[in-house]
C-alpha cells in the first residue's frame, strides 16, 4: 500500500465497534441521523439499502473506507426491528419462542478507486433456533435493558444464548457484523483487509 488508509464505521451499533476492536482494528466512528423508512420488503434488499444510506450520509477521504451496516430478524416472514416497548419485545419473544428464525445483515463499503467514487453492498444470513420461551422468563427480559436495541428484542452474546439451541451460519452476523464476508468485499472491491487498518 502506498499510503495509510483509515477506517470509518458509520454505525452507532457498540457491538460492532466491539466486534473491530476485539480484532485489533483501528477505525473512527462517524454517523449521521439517515431515514430508515423503506418501502422494499425483501429482508436482504432492505438491510443493504439501510446500509447503503448509513454509509452515504458520512464523508468519505480518498484515504478512507467507511463501513456501515444494518441487521434485522425474520421470522414468519416478517422483518423485525428493535422493540420501543415491553409489549413489542413480548411479541417478539413469543414469535421467536420455539421456532428458527433468520438474522440478515447488510453491509457497504464506500471508497475511491483511482479516484472515483465506489459504494458496493451485500449480505449475510445465519439461521438460530430458538428453545421454547417460557413466559414468565420472556417477561422478566423484557423488564431488562438489553432487548430495546438489537433487531428481534435480545442479544445472543447476553441473556438471550439461555434460548438458543443452535445456529446455522456465521455467528458474527447475529451479533451485528459478519467479519469474514466484510473482508471479502473489501479485499475483492478494493483490495484490502481488515488488518490493513491495524
Request: a negative charge.
Given at each position: 500500500m502506498d499510503r495509510k488508509m483509515h477506517l470509518i464505521l458509520a454505525s452507532k451499533s457498540p457491538r460492532r465497534r466491539e466486534i473491530l476492536e476485539n480484532l485489533g482494528i483501528t477505525f473512527t466512528v462517524q454517523t449521521q441521523e439517515t431515514d430508515e423508512s423503506c418501502s422494499v420488503t425483501d429482508p436482504a434488499a432492505f438491510v443493504e439499502e439501510l446500509a447503503?444510506?448509513?454509509?452515504?450520509?458520512?464523508?468519505?477521504?480518498?484515504?478512507?473506507?467507511?463501513?456501515?451496516?444494518?441487521?434485522?430478524?425474520?421470522?414468519?416472514?416478517?422483518?423485525?426491528?428493535?422493540?420501543?416497548c415491553e409489549n413489542e419485545c413480548l411479541a417478539m419473544m413469543r414469535t421467536l419462542s420455539g421456532h428458527r428464525h433468520t438474522v440478515v445483515t447488510g453491509f457497504s463499503l464506500s471508497g475511491y478507486i483511482d479516484g472515483k467514487p465506489v459504494c458496493v453492498s451485500s449480505h449475510t444470513e445465519t439461521i438460530?433456533?430458538?428453545?421454547?420461551?417460557?413466559?414468565?422468563?420472556?417477561?422478566?427480559?423484557?423488564?431488562?435493558?438489553?432487548?430495546?436495541?438489537?433487531?428481534?428484542?435480545?442479544?445472543?452474546?447476553?441473556?438471550?444464548?439461555?434460548?438458543?439451541?443452535?445456529?446455522f451460519g456465521c455467528y458474527y452476523n447475529v451479533v451485528g457484523l459478519p467479519v469474514h464476508d466484510v473482508q471479502v468485499l473489501l479485499r475483492d472491491t478494493f483490495g484490502l483487509t481488515l488488518k490493513d487498518f491495524s
Open positions: 447503503r444510506r448509513k454509509g452515504s450520509a458520512v464523508t468519505c477521504a480518498p484515504d478512507s473506507i467507511v463501513l456501515s451496516a444494518d441487521t434485522v430478524v425474520v421470522a414468519d416472514g416478517k422483518i423485525l426491528g428493535k422493540p420501543h438460530v433456533d430458538f428453545d421454547v420461551i417460557d413466559e414468565a422468563d420472556a417477561l422478566a427480559y423484557a423488564c431488562t435493558k438489553e432487548p430495546y436495541d438489537k433487531a428481534g428484542g435480545y442479544a445472543i452474546q447476553g441473556h438471550a444464548a439461555l434460548w438458543i439451541r443452535g445456529i
